[in-house]
């Protein structure tokens, strides 16, 4: 059974800082998903990360997926109150349905 | 394209009442995933559909829960009868293929009082 683990749960900044928050697995997985759900809405897809080592950026978000591809972070730069929201992460192997981490539960603060 | 459409956005029900959410997926997409979203459990799989026919139910909680893709463009969860601990946001997510990127609905805030 794969463990997944995403760290940490919770997270409140002030507006400007820089954080980085984690997905762990116990597994080896074909690529990773990141999604953003923010409050009263489903997720919505970030990026996909499939190379081990690859480094995506989205503006202010970088994504890292682990060289063993079982492991990935997310960094944001100056963080905004729109980026308040709740992170999952779901590792993909092979052609089975998404399984989400619990997230991290991101607030930043004006 | 709408994306993926979830009816009703809230529901309210007395406990040992059955209840019906709907899912309309995107046009095109061959696969139907039903999750159930908590604060202490996340978001959890419950059933998927590939090509309208169901494909794993392991995580469906109990016999009191059902779902059903008549056609690649209408999916059903239900739930008979419905008690306080099922009160959650069901999502419906649909994608090209397993594995793929999934497009959530806007979910389900399921009270069962």
């Known amino acids: 059974t794969q463990l997944l683990e995403q760290s940490p749960q919770f997270l409140s900044i002030q507006e400007g800082e820089n954080l980085t928050v984690y997905c762990n697995s116990s597994s080896v997985f074909s690529s990773l998903q990141w999604y953003r759900q923010e409050p009263g809405e489903g997720p919505v897809l970030l990026v996909t990360v499939v190379t081990g080592g690859e480094v995506k950026k989205l503006k202010r978000l970088t994504f890292q997926f682990g060289d063993a591809r079982k492991d990935s972070s997310l960094h944001i730069t100056a963080a905004q109150p729109g980026d308040t929201g709740l992170y999952l992460c779901a590792p993909v192997s092979g052609n089975t349905p998404l399984v989400f981490g619990k997230g991290t539960r991101l607030s930043v603060i004006a | 394209d709408a994306g993926v459409i979830q009816s009703p956005r809230h529901e309210v029900t007395e406990m040992g009442q059955e209840v019906t959410l709907r899912c309309k997926p995107i046009?095109?997409?061959?696969?139907l995933f039903w999750y159930r979203q908590t604060m202490m459990r996340g978001l959890e799989l419950l059933i998927y559909f590939n090509n309208n026919v169901p494909i794993d139910d392991s995580g469906m909680p109990e016999d009191r829960f059902s779902a059903k893709m008549p056609n690649a463009s209408f999916s059903t969860l239900k739930i008979q009868p419905s008690e306080p601990r099922d009160s959650a946001v069901y999502f419906c997510a649909s994608s090209f293929r397993t594995g793929q990127a999934a497009f959530f609905g806007q979910g389900t805030r399921l009270t069962v009082v």
């Open positions: 046009s095109g997409h061959n696969s």
